[in-house]
């Protein structure tokens, strides 16, 4: 009998993460926002490519970034104002506060970096930080966000591992690729 | 050391204690039954849906839940009597909509229910 009250409980637990899991799916990331993001990103890989100099190829990756930032924070509020949700309702909220701390590392390291020798770790500092972020994040957002993530991670541990000369390209493949293929999961399948 | 003896050889007393502890759980501030109101799958869904979203729309919730217009409708009723969930209607493009939104008292419920949950798992686990 306590087996069955326990059994009870349990599945009562379970139904209610599930509950919370989807309905938390419907609010916060757009992933319209992210496939602009990646469309961005495909963009100042392909205005790059023909740049001779690293600190001007990274110099337009940081511009790219807060102009893909501004998409992407444009994208989920419009989806918050489609769905009558607020954008800084307690998701969106949560999802920032885990996403924000790991960007603002990456500020700090880009500016210290910048000026120095190691400037060529950048690239995959820059997509190992915001895989961190974006996993960390992801817990408040459709799996696909989460997954993203992840795959972030693995990207910027390519970066470190290949040459040097790879990096615009590994760039172009995770900002662009990524944000376009896991957006397109989010606009899918999870409400725009 | 006397208790603790009477604790081992007879696990009674302790095990009422635990259940007196889980049952006073089960009453809500104002004295009402919260748990048998959200010991149904629709009106639990309902209100842990409402805990994690500043609000859901009736069709969201239809969605999200897998429930029939009139069955969600009756439970989303229930839960507004109790005070746990706040109705608003509106028109969307010249559309009616209905959204809802917990209130303090709905969460605090779900809380407590969450809680009570987690208690009858430690008082069993216990048990076995």
């Not at chain 1, 110099?59 to 930032?69: C, E, R, S, V």
């Not at chain 1, 970096?113 to 400037?119: A, G, I, K």
């Amino acid at each position: 009998m306590p087996i069955d009250i326990q059994n009870q409980a349990e599945d009562n637990l379970r139904f209610i993460r599930s509950a919370m899991e989807r309905a938390e799916r419907v609010s916060a990331v757009s992933g319209a926002g992210a496939m602009a993001m990646g469309g961005i990103a495909v963009t100042a890989m392909a205005l790059s490519a023909g740049v001779e100099s690293l600190h001007t190829r990274l110099l337009i990756w940081i511009a790219t970034a807060f102009l893909a930032g501004g998409a992407g924070a444009a994208g989920s509020w419009i989806k918050a104002r489609r769905n009558n949700l607020s954008f800084s309702g307690d998701p969106g909220r949560r999802f920032l506060l885990c996403l924000i701390p790991a960007l603002l590392v990456g500020v700090v390291l880009t500016v210290s970096l910048l000026p120095t020798q190691q400037v060529g770790l950048l690239p995959g500092l820059w997509m190992m930080l915001y895989g961190a972020g974006v996993l960390a994040a992801g817990t408040y957002a459709a799996a696909p966000v989460m997954h993203m993530g992840g795959a972030f991670l693995v990207a910027g541990l390519f970066a470190h591992a290949l040459p040097e000369r790879w990096s615009n390209v590994l760039l172009g493949l995770a900002f662009g690729g990524l944000h376009l293929y896991f957006g397109y999961q989010v606009y899918r399948h999870h409400g725009g | 050391m006397a208790v603790k003896a009477s604790k081992d050889s007879d696990p009674a007393p302790s095990r009422s204690r635990s259940l007196q502890a889980i049952s006073g759980f089960v009453a809500d501030d104002k004295g009402g039954d919260f748990h048998k109101l959200l010991n149904d799958r629709v009106r639990l869904g309902i209100l842990s849906s409402l805990a994690v979203s500043d609000r859901l729309s009736f069709s969201e919730l239809k969605k999200l839940l897998e429930a029939t217009d009139g069955n969600l409708s009756v439970h989303a009723r229930k839960l507004e009597d109790a005070g746990y969930v706040r109705c608003e209607k509106m028109f969307a493009d010249r559309h009616p909509k209905t959204e809802y939104r917990i209130t303090k008292a709905g969460r605090s419920a779900l809380d407590r229910y969450l809680k009570h949950m987690e208690a009858l798992i430690r008082v069993t686990s216990r048990e076995r």
